[in-house]
């Protein structure tokens, strides 16, 4: 049975955009605990455009789930994560044009500073997963670098239409996941998943964390937060 990481950043995204106190993504992971969430999951950005240092701070303090970091392999923010040291670290590429994170994260093209990072972080009792594309050559890469887990992109999954196109973003998710779990980490998934598409990637063989938070959010604005959690985790956990 798979576990749920509620993304709040898109929470966060609306306060941003007054440039206010609310809504405040500390109270959204309450509501999220609430909801059953098993984890809460950030990313505090080079560019502060949603996440601020404060939330990571309070969250640290707050949460009673595990804490989940996304982040950049950038030295201001592996020094504010060895820090505060959340429960764990998710190293995601990051391009300030992008409005979301866009492909997984090119471990086999710099080995060198990923490396350095994953045991900056293993040095601060933080556990570290890889944000990858289904490739085989970037798992080898993280399994060489002795990443704990691996978070499978499934943008491309979510985004293919119904039928040959997704079936075959499936496979692709299915073969990567076994090359993961052959390496001895653990496997994650997450990107663009929703409310329709997320049973067919729990399915997938020892899928052990999936990380959502667009879909929730918005769904949050219609049903409220607790409740959209709950729906999301009742599908995560086999019970609808």
Known sequence: MAVLGVNIDHVAT???????????????????????????????????RHIQDRDLEILRQTV????????????????IACRVRPDQATLVPERREEVTTEGGLDVAGNRVRVAEVVAALHDHGISVSLFLDPELRQIEAGADLKADAVELHTGAYALAKPGPDRNAQLAALQTAGARVRQAGMVLHAGHGLNYQNVQPVVAIPEMHELNIGHSIVARAVLVGLEKAVREMKDLVSGER
Do not use: S
Not at 16 to 34: K, N
Not at 66 to 77: D, G, H, P, S, Y
């Open 14 to 48: 609306l306060r941003q955009a007054r440039r206010t106190y609310e809504p405040d993504p500390v109270w959204a992971a309450a509501f999220a605990e609430l909801g059953g969430a098993d984890g809460i999951t950030i990313h505090l950005r080079e560019d502060r």
């Open 64 to 79: 009673t789930v595990k804490l989940n970091l996304e982040m950049a392999c950038n030295q201001e923010i592996v020094a």
